[in-house]
C-alpha cells in the first residue's frame, strides 16, 4: 500500500510525469497494465492558471483514469496556487509540484531544478498550494542542484521543511539537476532520508527498467514507493512485471509479437484520437523506437516503423515485422 495523502495506492508505484509522453493514450495503457496512478506531463503554472487552456481536451484529465495526478512547474507562489486549484477543478486527483525539471530553458528562468537553490521559495509555493486545494500535494525534486555543499544542505532543509509541513509525499530522483540523466542514482542517499523521516512518504526515482531490479530497490532502500519513467516508455509490461515480481510470482515472458503488435495499435490508436493524422504520426515515432527494443530484428523493424507516412503504412509495416495477427481495424 502507498500512501499519498488520502489517496491510497494498493500497491508502491506509479507513473511519472513525462513532458511529451504521458498524456492520456500513455496514462490509459500504463492504467490498463496495471499502473494504479499515472501523471500528466509537467504544465506551465502560468498556462494551468489562464481560464482557457484548462478547456482544451489536451489538458483535462478524462472520466475512465482516475485517480490521475497534474504535475505543475513555476516560481510564483501565487500563480501555482492559481493552477493547482484550476487542475483541482477540472477533475484532477493530486498536484505534484515540479523543483526537479534540469532543462537549460527552465533553469534560465529560475523555475524546476533552479528552486532547489531556494529552499524558502519553494516552502512559500507548497505552503500557498496547500491552502488552496484539499487534494493531495506532492512535491518532486532531485538530491541538489550540484554535488557541493550548500546543495545537499539547501536539499536537507527542504526535505526537512516539507516534512514537517506534512507534505503528501516527496518523489526524489536521486540524481543532482547538474548531473541531468548521467551518473549513478544515488538510492543510499534516499534510504537514509526514508529512515531519517519514517512519518513522510517518499517516492524513489532513477533507472528504473526492470521489474526485478525495481522491487529490490523498494525492499533495500524501504522507500513508500517507486515512480516508473523511462523504463514504462514503449514498455507498459513493465507494470505487469511489477505487479507480479511484488506479489511473489515470477514475472511473466517477454510479450510475444503478437501482443506487441495489439499494444503498439492500441497505443497508436489511442493517439490517432488525441492529435490529427500527420501530427499523430510524428509524434508516435519516438513511441516506436522504444516498441521496437523488444523486437529481435530491432534495427530494420525500427526503420520501417519510423519510415511510415500515414496511418496505412505503419499497419503494413507493423504486418510484416509483427505478423499478420488478424487484429481489428484501428479506428
Ligand atoms: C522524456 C522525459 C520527460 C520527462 N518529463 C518529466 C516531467 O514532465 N516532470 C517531471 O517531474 N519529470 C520528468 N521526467 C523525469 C522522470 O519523471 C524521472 O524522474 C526521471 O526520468 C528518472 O527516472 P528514470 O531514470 O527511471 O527514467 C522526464 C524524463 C524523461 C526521460
Not at 287 to 308: E, S, V
Amino acid at each position: 500500500m502507498l500512501k499519498l495523502g488520502n489517496l491510497i495506492l494498493n500497491v508502491p508505484f506509479m507513473q511519472a510525469p513525462l513532458s511529451g509522453y504521458s498524456d492520456y493514450a500513455m496514462r490509459r495503457l500504463a492504467l490498463d497494465f496495471g499502473a494504479p496512478l499515472t501523471f500528466s506531463g509537467v504544465m506551465l503554472a502560468k498556462s494551468a492558471a489562464h481560464p482557457k487552456v484548462l478547456k482544451k481536451p489536451a489538458f483535462r484529465p478524462h472520466d475512465d483514469e482516475h485517480p490521475v495526478g497534474a504535475q505543475i512547474l513555476g516560481a510564483e507562489p501565487v500563480t501555482m496556487a492559481k493552477a493547482a486549484r484550476a487542475l483541482q477543478d477540472v477533475g484532477y486527483d493530486i498536484i505534484d509540484l515540479n523543483f526537479a525539471c534540469p532543462a537549460p530553458k527552465v533553469l534560465r528562468r529560475q523555475r524546476g531544478g533552479y528552486l532547489l537553490n531556494e529552499p524558502e521559495t519553494i516552502m512559500r509555493i507548497y505552503d500557498r498550494v496547500r491552502e488552496a486545494v484539499s487534494c493531495p500535494v506532492t512535491i518532486k525534486l532531485r538530491i541538489g542542484f550540484d554535488s557541493g555543499r550548500k546543495s545537499y544542505d539547501n536539499f536537507h532543509t527542504i526535505v526537512s521543511g516539507a516534512s514537517e509541513r506534512k507534505v503528501d509525499a516527496l518523489t526524489i530522483h536521486g540524481r543532482t539537476v547538474v548531473q541531468k540523466f548521467t551518473g549513478d542514482v544515488d538510492w543510499n542517499l534516499l534510504a537514509q532520508i526514508k529512515s531519517r523521516l519514517p512519518e513522510t512518504t517518499i517516492i524513489g526515482s532513477g533507472d528504473l527498467f526492470n521489474p526485478q531490479t525495481i522491487a529490490e530497490r523498494l525492499a533495500v532502500t524501504k522507500v513508500d514507493g517507486v515512480l516508473i519513467a523511462r523504463g514504462a516508455v514503449g514498455n507498459p509490461w513493465v507494470y505487469e512485471g511489477l505487479n507480479a515480481v511484488l506479489k511473489g510470482e515470477p514475472a511473466p515472458p517477454k510479450p510475444s509479437l503478437c501482443e506487441q503488435a495489439e499494444v503498439i495499435r492500441r497505443h497508436f490508436d489511442g493517439v490517432c484520437r488525441l492529435y490529427e493524422p500527420i501530427a499523430a504520426i510524428r509524434y508516435f515515432r519516438k513511441f516506436l523506437i522504444q516498441y521496437c527494443r523488444l523486437h529481435p530484428k530491432r534495427k530494420q523493424a525500427q526503420k520501417d516503423l519510423i519510415a511510415a507516412k500515414n496511418k496505412t503504412q505503419l499497419i503494413t509495416a507493423i504486418e510484416q515485422w509483427y505478423g499478420n495477427s488478424m487484429l481489428p481495424e484501428v479506428s
